[in-house]
């Protein structure tokens, strides 16, 4: 990585870097993939949660992004003119929420979603005096069991509400599937459009996500459009399901031994209030590079315990490099990432415009 | 609660809700204990981190206050001329941290601690050319398996070095025990007391920590300070623990519901990005306040899942409130914390002054 000693010598532990290199290599290996079997990119900034990722994807060929709440959309469009077409793969509730939806809306191409007669109303509701209106999908449950109509029938029957109802448009059936249900997206999908387009309307765009199934995305041959979000920077969770390796690991913490208690035992600098308390199914919260031996068994809010079977041989003032098990969640714990690569001179400090934004 | 539904209709969901009044309560019931037993209380404030809350500790009877990390005590000591004495239970390693550690023990009454002499000798180095030696009290692990030196021997000659050392003064005995461990505290004070006044050194303070056995923190009867943090809150963990009721909980989340996929599920805008994944040994990742009959089984970043064997009878729209897990690490996901009670004539919005200072 990029990373010279000057450059880790000058970032205060506990701190998460990022490499632009490697992230820019993620974001084209992906695009390339996509626009090869002709799937349109909308990534999912949760995982950078900086505009200037977002231009760099949408660089490559992203169409635009996609964003979780409401706030973190109006962060991520104030912070680059380059942004101009969100999806907000989200219901939005709520007359205050509604007021900033309106507002976003006015200033870029917006797209949200819907999953119930509720929704859809509250978003009429507040739409039906706007001069333009407002873009809704129905987000449909292929498995993962969270939001979504649980059957193509009720996308069909939630299509024709939106595509009835003034002020908003019916814009396409969306969904976050589990991880390898390629072919429940299909299937639910296929079905949903054949209904819907047998009433005359049409089905513009269908949108599928998630890092590790992405490089089968187009196996589900009814998807248009693809959002992937932690691919920009890979985590643990992925090296160990084998969908890449650490050299593509693209954000990673660093942190400062401060104890060396026992032969056995380190402790470091950074705890759950960096590394998080995420699991992800894994053992342990990260991986320190280069220390395959080493796992870090256990965490409070400002340590994190390092042990090995052998000797741990570090020492207090000793940095040691972590890929957290989840990146995206790493990123909303601070407010400032320290970034390299993509032709920077030196270490530069971002902050980190939409951390935090949860509502 | 004090919380009107008007309150809750003025704040946008999901956010931390913060009651006074039960923290006043929670602040007075552990100083009347500890004023009993002569056991000087100097909270920890991590469970807050506003300097508001820690005005009302100190005017309960708090010595002083308890910081982990060296930015969240600047921030604390920046929050309010009330805190002049503060604690930093934490190994300062490196050099551009021992030159903020100089610049705020010019302000504030500081003490650090250490448990190697690799961490005494940075401290040294940084405040022997000071005007006024730094305290440093020795980190002993009773039990923890985290920081501290293994034994009263250990503590002994770390005591010494520190004693010997220009620039520092000796400040006593710090532990931080596993839950109910105050046999094992008491030992291994009595015994690091009884060997280093052996020396003719004195040990002004012995301090431990924890709220699950603070209200046992005098059967350690060698201890004469005591830094509870949860208490001041309360969390679902206590209230598990029997140590506390839903009642004494001051912090809670409130979410809107947002999707009824099913008769038995519904889901809120809060995910792991506010209610964490800490599982402190629970099932689940909080409790809904008047509804045992539901487990929030399952956080993505932005959404919560709320199960239920019967009927979930919540509709779109309705707000629910949730005592976390973990109080501390909610604490620390939003910028800021909405407040009633204490006399306030409606609900504020009070900025987290030390929320993600992890350096």
Not at 307 to 316: A, E, F, H, N
Request: proline share 5%.
């Amino acid at each position: 990585m990029p990373f010279s000693p000057d450059d880790i010598a000058a970032i205060q532990t506990p701190a998460v870097v990022i490499d632009l290199d490697i992230a820019n290599e993620n974001i084209l290996r992906f695009q390339q993939y996509a626009s090869s079997h002709s799937l349109r990119v909308r990534p999912h900034i949760k995982t950078h949660k900086l505009p200037a990722l977002a231009e760099l994807q949408i660089a490559a060929g992203a169409i635009g992004i996609t964003c979780q709440k409401i706030s973190e959309a109006e962060a991520m469009a104030a912070g680059s003119s380059a942004i101009k077409d969100i999806l907000i793969t989200y219901n939005i509730v709520g007359s205050e929420k509604l007021q900033h939806l309106k507002a976003l809306a006015r200033r870029v191409k917006l797209t949200v979603v819907a999953d119930s007669a509720t929704v859809v109303d509250g978003l009429a509701a507040a739409f039906r005096t706007e001069a333009e209106p407002l873009t809704v999908m129905v987000e449909c449950d292929t498995g993962a069991n969270r939001c979504g109509v649980p059957t193509a029938e009720a996308a069909t029957a939630l299509a024709l509400r939106i595509h009835s109802t003034p002020g908003l448009v019916f814009g396409g059936l969306m969904t976050y599937p589990p991880i390898g249900a390629t072919a429940a997206v299909e299937a639910f999908m296929t079905e949903g459009k054949r209904r819907i387009e047998a009433l005359g309307i049409e089905v513009p765009v269908i949108t599928s996500g998630g890092t590790p199934s992405m490089m089968h995305a187009a196996d589900a041959s009814v998807t248009t459009e693809y959002r992937p979000g932690t691919y920009v920077y890979n985590d643990r969770s992925l090296v160990a399901r084998g969908d890449c390796g650490w050299e593509n690991c693209a954000l990673s913490v660093l942190a400062t031994v401060v104890s060396v208690p026992t032969e056995n035992r380190a402790v470091i600098d950074a705890g759950s209030k960096l590394l998080t308390s995420d699991l992800l199914g894994l053992t342990g919260y990260g991986h320190v590079l280069g220390r395959d031996d080493i796992v870090i068994d256990q965490l409070s809010e400002e340590h994190g315990r390092l042990v090995s079977t052998g000797p741990i041989g570090l020492s207090v003032g000793d940095v040691v490099q972590i890929v957290p098990n989840h990146a995206c969640v790493v990123t909303n714990m601070v407010d400032t990432v320290f970034v390299v690569g993509n032709g920077l001179r030196s270490v530069e400090a971002w902050p980190v415009a939409a951390r935090g934004k949860i509502v």
